[in-house]
Each structure stands twice: as C-alpha cells, then as structure tokens.
C-alpha cells in the first residue's frame, strides 16, 4: 500500500479511470492496526488495483470532504469520483473487507 502524503497527490491519484483504492487511518487507532493484520491477504488478492493509504489525522479536510468519519475506512475512486465506500463499523473482518471489495469491484 503506498502512502499519501499530500493533498495534491491525493487528488492527483484519485483521478484515475481505473479503480483506485484508498484506506483512511490514524496512528493511534486500534481498528486500524487490527486490519493491518489481514490486509495484506487481500492486498494481493486484489493486487490488479492501486492500493493507497492516508493518515486521517494530517489530512483532516479530505477526510471531511468524503465523509471518514470512522477509521479505517476504505474508500474506492474512479475518475475523481468517490463511488464506494466502506464505513470502519463494517471493516472489522477480512471478510467484510472481502464482501465490500467483490461488490464494488469489477
């Protein structure tokens, strides 16, 4: 997963008319460092997509501008636009990352 680190990469990445796929984190979140453990199973799974994460916390005006108000939250973009985005309440599993990736995902 490639890290974001500025707002400009951010928008630059999301532009892009293939499906991008971005995680929202913060460092101190538990949930967070709890999908670290199994992410990089469906990292590879999914390995065909761009895989992005940003730190929700240094990025608090992007997190508004999409709704995070959960962490993590992963969110898929296409074409600058937002078109899915799975809310941390329902990303606690592997299989609920799984089910929301296969639902939205060609």
């Known amino acids: 997963m490639k890290p974001i680190e500025t707002a400009e990469q951010f928008e630059q990445v999301i532009q892009s008319n293939q499906e991008t796929i971005i995680k929202f984190f913060a460092d101190w979140c538990p949930d967070c460092k709890r999908m670290d453990m ?47 985005h799975l809310h941390s309440a329902y990303a606690k599993t592997p299989e609920e990352v799984k089910e929301f990736l296969g639902s939205h995902l060609k």
């Open 38 to 84: 199994f992410i990089g199973d469906i990292l590879e799974e999914y390995g065909q997509y761009e895989w992005y994460e940003i730190n929700k916390d240094q990025f608090p005006d992007l997190a508004e501008k999409y709704q995070v108000m959960g962490i993590p939250s992963i969110l898929i973009f296409k074409n600058n636009e937002k078109i899915a």
